[in-house]
């Protein structure tokens, strides 16, 4: 009497065991009464559809779930917390976790549906290929705990992210699928070597040796059915549980249909047997399967090499600086205003401010510029660049979260999460081919049945294998993969899926003036008080008023007012304008002229005007009584700025200058870098306005901005492009950031993601022409099976390789 299994894990049940649990209106044995705590969770919930929908057991027997919620109370303490989870809102928390025990997408489907009906829950988004899990809850209604604990009685486990577990997973990955390779190759040529004498003897062998040949194939090929093949059969029986039919489909029906009727021969002694092909195209898919999954995870791991740029320690000097003995502390231990000791060679664990010595940082990995940057006291590093060359001291400003580091890592990671159209759409286009493709299979199997039934099984699984569009679904996703990791080792980072398509799509390049044509890096040029306020106390209230502002004119006031004599109450900021504020208990406002005068009246001084010709920076500050004085400020233009307008108009695309700062100004800086369209004076409003009304005309706009302000036009256009050195704002509302502020990479990048399209149009090209051209050729019998297996595997490795060479720059 054979030995039950567990329903859920897999395991023998003991004989002295009785646990059932009712599922599908089933009893169904369970092991222990973990396994039938976890069963009964998943009956409960509703999601029996689990069961239907698996196609492997959980990978090993889970614990009972008692002592797995013990452990997981640790979890809610807010010092173990700090490393992976943050503060959305007064009470909106987000985690980022490792789901261990995932195997196919019905574990995705059953754990989104799970964790995402718990209470105070408010979204669950899990990624297949990283197993990465990104958990929102309202933590006033449920703990973390909880979810952990509602994923472990499901039978899962869910740990804080970790990229060196990912990685280890992925090792894993890669070791099975070059097991099940190596087990296909060697039973490929073992076959071979009986195939072989078959072949050659032409007639005449006899037939007790021609017997044996069959039967030594017969077990030879069973490892590479029953093993190699087993995750085609596997993700195949899924697709059908889930009413669809995926890639694996068609190559589980031809092997298994070319193995079942060759082992019926085998048997029964009469008709063919192809287990030199089944072996063959077995061994051929499972290549090229590998090859295009190194390449996937080769291009994801730029994302996982961001994530391990940060150490796990610190040296931190608690005394500094009576004391500069350094202790060494966790990473996540730090807080804002301690200081630490980078040695040279060390990489700096969080953002902060050179407080002691000078040196040059690194930092190729997180902005794509290979130069080292000089940093001296007053300067700020970023976490994650190298100290090249001696000590440093620095004072930590950011951590954990709200590091720039990790802003980085969160945007790229929403742009791995979404689906662009133009994949939706081959995925679906594939879809509909599998579909087409079986009832083709089916015509043909028919066809041949009454013109040489003996032709017709091998004639069909050709068909079946030949045509199967997996280089069809791989030929955008994986391009676009690589692209985005190629871009961002350029310093221009890709936070949105369909960023890439649109910005080789754009008709009309919009650009802000001030911090991207310009450095924005601003400096005080003169004052000129027009009131009896002496010009120190001007200074003293313009830094005041501008001191919550991130503009880079803001900036400047208040670099060049040294001393904080005042502060500002009941700030209003009015975007384009300028601020309005109580200083000092008296209500100033500093902007534009206009909107200062607005609040007293009067009139600027006549030698304002001359300033307000002169192309540079002018903003006034005043009070209820006029005009009190004046503001010159000036800036730099970029080097690279001319080239990449120049650039951009040999290629056809029209440039507008859009900015909100003076019609002198603008037109100074659109002359010296060749820009004829400018449209000056704009508020943020008017920039939405001029964004929405290209667009009507037909425009496909892609904008360049980097301040607050250009928050909304940066939203309203097609494809965006932030500084990386903007304001938090812009850059979330972005497609792309340019890390390294150089426009130059800009510029590159748009070269790459023209030349992504044209792949994307090769590869698609490529695959149906491959279909095409190979269907007709399988249904007239003159593709084998092991012939089938190859050309379908080169066409997937083909894809691949034309989608690598978008990580080889064009030539400028």
């Known amino acids: 009497m054979s030995q039950a299994s567990c329903y859920h894990c897999g395991q023998p049940v003991p004989g002295d065991v009785n646990l059932p649990v009712t599922i599908a209106d089933q009893p169904r044995p369970m092991c222990c009464y973990g396994c039938q705590a976890v069963a009964q969770s998943i009956v409960d919930n509703g999601l029996t559809d689990y069961y239907r929908s698996r196609d492997a057991m959980p990978e090993s027997q889970r614990e009972a779930l008692p002592g797995i919620l013990d452990q997981l109370a640790l979890f809610d303490h807010a010092d173990f917390q700090k490393s992976f989870v943050k503060a959305l809102g007064e009470t909106e928390r987000e985690a980022s976790l490792l789901l261990e025990g995932i195997t196919c997408a019905a574990c995705i489907w059953l754990n989104e549906q799970h964790v995402g009906r718990l209470p105070g829950v408010t979204a669950v988004d899990i990624n297949y290929a990283t197993r990465r899990a990104r958990v929102r809850w309202d933590d006033s209604r449920v703990r973390l705990s909880d979810i952990l604990g509602a994923i472990a009685a499901i039978g899962y486990r869910a740990y804080p992210y970790d990229a060196a577990k990912n990685e280890e997973i992925s090792r894993e990955e890669r070791r099975d699928a070059l097991w099940r390779l190596w087990v296909a190759g060697f039973g490929m040529m073992q076959v071979m070597m009986y195939a072989f004498p078959v072949y050659i003897a032409d007639g005449e062998m006899t037939a007790d040796a021609e017997s044996l040949m069959r039967w030594a194939s017969l077990v030879l090929t069973l490892p590479v059915i029953f093993y190699s093949s087993a995750p085609f059969f596997r993700h195949a029986w899924r697709d059908l549980m889930l009413r669809r039919v995926g890639m694996d489909v068609p190559v589980a029906l031809g092997v298994g249909a070319a193995f079942v009727a060759s082992l019926w021969a085998t048997v029964t002694q009469s008709g063919e047997v192809y287990f030199d092909s089944v072996t063959m195209f077995v061994f051929f898919l499972l290549g090229g399967r590998f090859l295009e999954m190194t390449a996937r995870q080769k291009a994801l791991s730029v994302t996982e090499a961001l994530a391990k740029l940060l150490p796990a320690f610190a040296q931190k000097l608690p005394n500094f600086p009576v004391d500069r003995t350094p202790e060494q502390k966790i990473v996540a231990d730090l807080v804002p205003g301690d200081h630490i000791l980078v040695r040279a060679g060390d990489t700096i664990p969080a953002d902060g401010r050179v407080v002691e010595g000078v040196s040059c940082t690194s930092e190729a990995l997180l902005t794509g510029e290979s130069k080292p940057v000089p940093k001296m006291p007053g300067d700020p590093v970023t976490g994650g660049s190298v100290n090249a060359e001696s000590p440093l001291i620095v004072r930590v400003e950011q951590v954990g979260e709200t590091t720039r580091l990790s802003a980085i890592i969160q945007l790229m990671e929403r742009a791995a999460a979404e689906k662009p159209k133009i994949v939706e759409m081959a995925d679906r286009v594939a879809s509909y081919f599998v579909a087409v493709l079986l009832l083709v299979a089916m015509l043909v199997a028919v066809g041949w049945y009454f013109v040489d039934p003996s032709k017709m099984l091998w004639i069909t699984v050709s068909v079946l294998v030949v045509t199967c569009p997996c280089a069809l679904s791989l030929a955008t996703p994986i391009a676009l993969t690589v692209s985005a990791g190629a871009l961002a080792k350029d310093g221009l980072l890709v936070t949105r899926g369909h960023a890439i398509e649109t910005l080789a799509r754009a008709s009309h390049f919009v650009f802000d003036k001030t911090g991207t044509l310009t450095t924005g890096r601003m400096r005080l040029i003169d004052v000129m008080p027009v009131s009896d306020l002496p010009r120190a106390a001007c200074l003293q209230v313009a830094a005041a008023l501008e001191r919550s502002s991130e503009h880079p004119v803001a900036v400047a006031l208040c670099r060049a007012s040294d001393v904080d004599a005042f502060s500002a109450e009941q700030v209003i900021s009015e975007p384009g304008q300028g601020v309005e504020a109580l200083v000092a208990g008296k209500r100033y406002r500093i902007g534009r002229p206009a909107y200062v005068l607005g609040l007293g009246g009067g009139v600027l001084p006549d030698a304002a005007v001359n300033w307000l010709e002169s192309g540079d920076t002018v903003v006034v500050l005043g009070d209820e009584r006029g005009c009190l004085a004046l503001f010159r400020i000036g800036?730099?233009?970029?080097?690279?700025?001319?080239?990449?307008?120049?650039?951009?108009?040999?290629?056809?695309?029209?440039?507008?200058?859009?900015?909100?700062?003076?019609?002198?100004?603008?037109?100074?800086?659109?002359?010296?870098?060749?820009?004829?369209?400018?449209?000056?004076?704009?508020?943020?409003?008017?920039?939405?306005?001029?964004?929405?009304?290209?667009?009507?005309?037909?425009?496909?706009?892609?904008?360049?901005?980097?301040?607050?302000?250009?928050?909304?036009?940066?939203?309203?256009?097609?494809?965006?492009?932030?500084?990386?050195?903007?304001?938090?704002?812009?850059?979330?509302?972005?497609?792309?950031?340019?890390?390294?502020?150089?426009?130059?990479?800009?510029?590159?990048?748009?070269?790459?993601?023209?030349?992504?399209?044209?792949?994307?149009?090769?590869?698609?090209?490529?695959?149906?022409?491959?279909?095409?051209?190979?269907?007709?050729?399988?249904?007239?019998?003159?593709?084998?099976?092991?012939?089938?297996?190859?050309?379908?595997?080169?066409?997937?490795?083909?894809?691949?390789?034309?989608?690598?060479?978008?990580?080889?720059?064009?030539?400028?």
């Open 635 to 812: 800036d730099e233009i970029r080097d690279e700025s001319k080239a990449l307008v120049d650039a951009l108009k040999q290629a056809g695309k029209k440039v507008v200058l859009l900015t909100g700062d003076a019609p002198s100004v603008a037109r100074r800086v659109a002359a010296l870098i060749g820009i004829d369209d400018v449209r000056a004076g704009v508020t943020p409003q008017g920039k939405h306005e001029c964004v929405v009304t290209l667009q009507a005309e037909g425009a496909v706009v892609a904008m360049v901005g980097d301040g607050v302000n250009d928050a909304p036009v940066l939203a309203q256009a097609q494809v965006s492009v932030a500084m990386g050195g903007g304001a938090q704002l812009a850059r979330t509302q972005s497609d792309f950031v340019l890390l390294s502020e150089n426009l130059d990479h800009l510029r590159r990048g748009l070269l790459r993601a023209e030349k992504t399209l044209r792949i994307i149009r090769q590869n698609l090209w490529w695959s149906f022409a491959y279909n095409f051209v190979a269907l007709p050729l399988a249904i007239a019998g003159w593709v084998t099976p092991w012939l089938a297996g190859i050309g379908m595997s080169a066409s997937s490795l083909l894809v691949v390789l034309n989608s690598l060479r978008i990580q080889k720059q064009e030539h400028d």
